[in-house]
């Protein structure tokens, strides 16, 4: 082998490794950020699943003081007193509505359930024995979680 084509190796050697070390550093500087940022969008996806299920419930306690407004889907009044729910709008799901309403108690309540699909439960208590109770679809969610972690 000449020396030429073993300075031309030895360089070539060389920018690999550079190549390399940059890509690590890289990726070690990057990486954090990328976490930051999943754990944001996650958040973000979660804080609209929120979202959605208090303005449902803010609009059933509307519709029941008398407001004409568009009734929220997948909500009802649950009555624990004597075990009976009422839907305030359109239903497309049966939840446990009365453990829901009872894990509410005098305050609220969050939880995430499974039955034909994932779920996000939300109580509201009203009155002595009335909670509102809405689940929302967690699909969109989920699917802003996926994308985050793909990205």
Excluded: C, K
């Excluded at 976490?35 to 929120?50: G, W």
């Amino acid at each position: 082998m000449s020396a030429a084509n073993g300075t031309a190796a030895a360089i070539a050697r060389s920018r690999w490794r550079w190549s390399a070390a940059g890509a690590g550093i890289a990726a070690a500087i990057a990486l954090p950020f990328a976490a930051l940022n999943y754990r944001h969008d996650t958040a973000d996806a979660r804080d609209r699943t929120l979202a959605d299920a208090t303005w449902r419930i803010n609009v059933a306690q509307r519709i029941r003081f008398g407001a004409e407004l568009e009734p929220p889907v997948n909500t009802w009044l649950v009555n624990t007193g004597y075990g009976g729910a009422e839907p305030v709008g359109e239903t497309w799901t049966d939840p446990p509505l009365l453990s829901l309403a009872e894990e509410a108690g005098e305050g609220e309540m969050t939880r995430e359930y499974e039955f034909d699909g994932r779920w996000l439960a939300y109580g509201h208590w009203i009155t002595g024995t009335e909670v509102l109770v809405t689940v929302v679809e967690l699909d969109d969610e989920l699917g802003a979680v996926t994308a985050a972690r793909i990205r």
